[in-house]
């Protein structure tokens, strides 16, 4: 074998290296990261995490997919990680904020792409009484656990043994936009009202798939608990 000092080859074998290290300097290699990540059947989250961090956001490369609505915040698919998760960029308006909801048994890996978002973790309502053989919730007020400010470049993680969360733009000024990864991709999960605990379904739509904008049919379907 030839020794090639600086070529393709040891490029190739500076981005094993950096894969190795989880780290990626674009979001095209984060993307590639994970689809190899993704390959295994027992997937080491701590690895993701820590390329999910070791990604420095660059406007340039997702300004494509942010695309906002003026009245709620967006779902943008990104990348469909061949069934086995789905990346995705999250736009906020200004004070736009999601329901208190679940994971449907999914990682949830979020990163500050632009802004800085509040997190705030609730408990699980507490089921403590059955009512004809069904259980149902006590309608006490969900309890808080905390609350996390994210700055830009910032990550965060949940599912559902943590806990169920919501995630705000707390700016009167400012948008924010987010990255998340969830593993196994889901379509609905649960929402819930933070005085009574009371849970319902919610379908999870995306208001723009491979940064195309879909069709308004679909954009108007979504119910006003997908929010
Ligand atoms: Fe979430």
Redesign the pocket.
């Known amino acids: 074998m030839y020794n090639v000092p600086c070529g393709k080859s040891s490029c190739l074998i500076e981005n094993r290296e950096k894969l190795r290290r989880e780290e990626v300097s674009t979001l095209r290699e984060l993307i590639d990261a994970l689809h190899e990540i993704f390959q295994t059947d027992h997937v080491n989250i701590d690895h993701v995490q820590d390329l999910m961090t070791s990604y420095k956001s660059n406007p340039v490369e997702w300004k494509k997919f942010a695309k906002f609505d003026r009245y709620r915040y967006t779902r943008n698919l990104v990348d469909e990680g061949n069934g086995r998760f789905n990346l995705m960029v999250l736009c906020w308006g200004e004070g736009h904020g ?1 329901a208190i ?1 679940d ?1 449907a048994n999914a990682h ?1 890996v ?1 990163k500050v792409l632009q802004g800085k978002l509040c997190e705030t973790r609730y408990a699980w309502p507490a089921k403590s009484e059955m009512e004809e053989g069904v259980m149902i919730e006590n309608g006490e007020e969900l309890k808080e656990l905390e609350r996390n400010m994210l700055d830009t470049n910032e990550i965060c993680y ?1 599912n559902d043994s943590l806990g169920l ?1 919501r ?1 705000e733009n707390p700016s009167a000024m400012n948008p924010a936009v987010s990255l998340h990864l969830y593993s196994p991709p889901f379509s609905t999960c649960s929402v819930f009202n933070k005085q009574t605990g009371q849970k319902s379904m919610c379908k999870v739509t995306f208001w723009s798939k491979y940064g195309e904008r879909r069709n308004r049919e679909i954009q108007d379907a979504r119910s006003p608990e997908d929010n």
């Open positions: 999601s909801h994971h949830c979020m949940i969360h995630v």
